[in-house]
């Protein structure tokens, strides 16, 4: 079983700046690729950032410069840290842990975060 939680979230006023942390915990051999997505009221959900294994990040246009993903591969951990929040990046936050790769298992799994409410209001 594997459980994956993210903190972080909250109000911020724009131009200030938050930083997400998404834990995943289980019996977890190896993780492929861990990221953030987002889903505002009435849209989809969207990629916001991307990060392998291997360090190699990826970031939705809107948010490049802004926001850092980064991983710790050892404590199977992700955190986005994000600058010169606009009121356009209110959503709530979901963290994925993709190519999940259980002891004793050949399957590869994902999984979701519960998701935690990022609003940036003045």
């Known amino acids: 079983q594997v459980n994956v939680v993210e903190s972080g979230g909250g109000l911020v006023q724009p131009g200030g700046s938050l930083r997400l942390s998404c834990a995943a915990s289980g019996t977890i051999f190896s993780i492929n690729t861990m990221a953030w997505y987002r889903q505002a009221p009435g849209k989809q959900r969207e990629l916001v950032a991307v990060v392998t294994s291997k360090g190699t990040t990826n970031y939705t246009d809107s948010v490049k410069g802004r926001f850092t993903i980064s991983r710790d591969n050892a404590k199977n951990t992700v955190s986005l840290q994000m600058n010169s929040l606009k009121p356009e990046d209110t959503a709530v936050y979901y963290c994925?842990?993709?190519?999940?790769?259980?002891?004793?298992?050949?399957?590869?799994?994902?999984?979701w975060g519960q998701g935690t409410q990022v609003t940036v209001s003045s």
């Open positions: 994925n842990a993709d190519g999940v790769k259980i002891f004793r298992s050949g399957i590869y799994y994902q999984y």
